[in-house]
């Protein structure tokens, strides 16, 4: 009876390890990571993808260690920490988003932790799924870069604009700060298209973006705001400071020598932001100084 009890045993342990091969086999032909950690944040399991060995480190490296104790960066083992500390609160799966430092690159990975439980229901490790989304990042940047800017100039858009003009008057609300906006107009630039056509126009379009861009500091905000007419943030600036700028730009651009058209002008519209104004407001302003210096003769600075 005992040869026989023993012989069950051996069936049963057979089967059991079939079936562990099984998963390991499985799990090894999946494209995402897979890596179970304790209640503490230890890892005690780690499957990876047969065919991805560039981009996981092997499972010797983890097994066994704290989450902050293998040797990633300590934003990475944080963010594991986090998420483990989370589902201990909410005990619901969720979602997150991680960078590592792979091959001197970057890349993004994507996970999902959910919890494991014992056969009493209760609560004794996590499962965490991650996949590589580099691509994915890569492309909602693109989208989100397409979104933002003008695409001919590469420029900020006059959707961008307003975004960031509404943040700086919220900000300059708060801390009491001035900023100032230029507007520029180019001069004549009708007479560019219908002389020498659109394509020198375009070009003539870029070569000033690159100008004005070589010209202002990192912290100000360029941006086509329709046609030939170009409009420029410039944070913890005073108007007397800004029509300085303006008036290096102007300088700049008409010495610059642009190929087929020669000399270039252009008009320029310079306001401080006052205390309490909306954003129509301060854009009527310097709209309005615009419209003086082109009444003026163009080619010059005005300052409201």
Not at 6 to 16: A, D, H, I, P, V
Not at 265 to 289: N, Q
Request: cysteine-free.
């Amino acid at each position: 009876m005992a040869a026989k009890g023993e012989g069950n045993t051996s069936k049963r342990e057979n089967e059991l390890l079939r079936a562990n091969q099984r998963l390991i086999s499985i799990l090894g032909s999946i494209d995402d990571l897979i890596f179970v950690l304790d209640e503490s944040g230890h890892y005690i399991e780690y499957f990876q993808p047969a065919d991805k060995p560039e981009l996981y480190a092997p499972p010797e490296r983890f097994l066994g260690k704290h989450v902050m104790d293998t040797g990633m960066p300590e934003a990475t083992a944080r963010a594991h920490l986090d998420a483990i500390n989370k589902f201990k609160r909410t005990g619901k799966p969720f979602e997150y988003d991680y960078q590592i430092p792979i091959s001197g690159e970057n890349r993004w990975f994507g996970a999902k932790i959910s919890g494991l439980k014992d056969l009493r229901g209760k609560l004794s490790g996590f499962i965490v799924v991650t996949r590589d989304i580099t691509e994915r990042k890569r492309w909602e940047k693109q989208l989100e870069e397409l979104s933002i800017t003008d695409p001919l100039t590469k420029a900020y858009n006059r959707l961008r604009f307003m975004s960031a003009l509404e943040a700086e008057i919220r900000r300059s609300k708060r801390y009491v700060s001035s900023f100032s906006l230029v507007m520029l107009d180019i001069d004549h630039f009708k007479s560019i298209n219908d002389e020498h056509g659109h394509d020198t126009g375009d070009q003539i379009l870029i070569a000033i973006t690159e100008l004005i861009q070589g010209e202002i500091r990192d912290t100000d905000l360029l941006s086509r705001w329709g046609g030939e007419e170009f409009i420029l943030l410039m944070t913890h600036t005073d108007g007397a400071t800004a029509a300085e700028a303006a008036e290096r730009i102007r300088q700049s651009l008409e010495t610059f020598p642009f190929q087929t058209v020669g000399g270039v002008t252009a008009s320029f519209g310079v306001t401080e932001y006052r205390s309490a104004e909306g954003s129509d407001t301060v854009l009527k302003r310097v709209d309005e100084a615009l419209y003086r210096a082109k009444h003026r003769g163009r080619n010059r600075v005005v300052y409201d």
